[in-house]
């Protein structure tokens, strides 16, 4: 079963923030939170990751909660190419990634 | 440039033949993957391997079988076995036990059979 879950889908307009929830209760101490985006029949494209501080990159932003229990991806200005779905999974050492069934977010001019 | 090649893209085979999926990395990476998915559904993890002549069931490993006899290659048997084998496969790789190091992903091979 997939430790994370995320609403099956989100909506946004154009040029509009994004963000969209994971929730990891049961995430440990030494689990990474990893973000993927799929575009339609193409293999999953890495976002971003972290563990306890928020990040950004050229793509995204991912603030994590206190407790660790929950992150959310940001999208800063939403643009039709970000029309995908979106994983939230926790990466620990022992390699064995599950996903779960992800966000598909729909994003309208 | 480096990266995963899955082949071919789209693949046919009739109902009780074996069929195997090529997925090669170029990335230099211990670990390797194998996902399966279903039309508007999540990745389902098949097989994964960490280190060459070493690999580990996931959650929907009957049906199918793999080797890992070279680092860049871990190539998916789907056998008669396998009760609904039609389904989108992406193989993946990543630096092995590193929960920093992201997934590559290829562009997945679609298989049906009829």
């Known amino acids: 079963d997939a430790k994370t879950t995320q609403p099956n889908s989100m909506e946004s307009n154009e040029e509009e923030p994004v963000h969209l929830p994971c929730n990891h209760s049961?995430?440990?101490?030494?689990?990474?939170i990893h973000w993927y985006r799929q575009l339609p029949s193409q293999g999953p494209e890495y976002v971003i990751h972290?563990?306890?501080s928020n990040v950004n990159n050229r793509m995204a932003s991912l603030a994590i909660a206190e407790d660790r229990k929950s992150s959310t991806l940001i999208l800063h200005r939403a643009t039709l190419r970000d029309a995908a779905v979106y994983y939230c999974i926790l990466r620990d050492d022992t390699d064995k990634l599950i996903f779960g069934t992800g966000t598909r977010l729909q994003v309208f001019p | 440039d480096g990266g995963i090649t899955q082949s071919p893209k789209y693949l046919f085979r009739k109902e009780g033949q074996n069929v195997t999926l090529s997925c090669e990395q170029n990335l230099n990476h211990d670990a390797m993957y194998w996902y399966r998915q279903d039309p508007g559904q999540g990745l389902r993890l098949i097989y994964y391997?960490?280190?060459?002549?070493?690999?580990q069931k996931g959650d929907i490993a009957e049906g199918y079988s793999v080797s890992r006899e070279k680092k860049e290659s871990f190539p998916l048997t789907v056998t008669s076995a396998q009760k609904n084998p039609t389904a989108f496969y992406l193989c993946a790789s990543s630096a092995q036990g590193r929960e920093t190091s992201p997934l590559h992903f290829g562009n997945g091979t679609r298989l049906t059979v009829t």
């Open positions: 391997s960490q280190i060459v002549n070493d690999f």
């Open positions: 049961t995430i440990s101490g030494t689990d990474y």
């Open positions: 972290g563990l306890t």
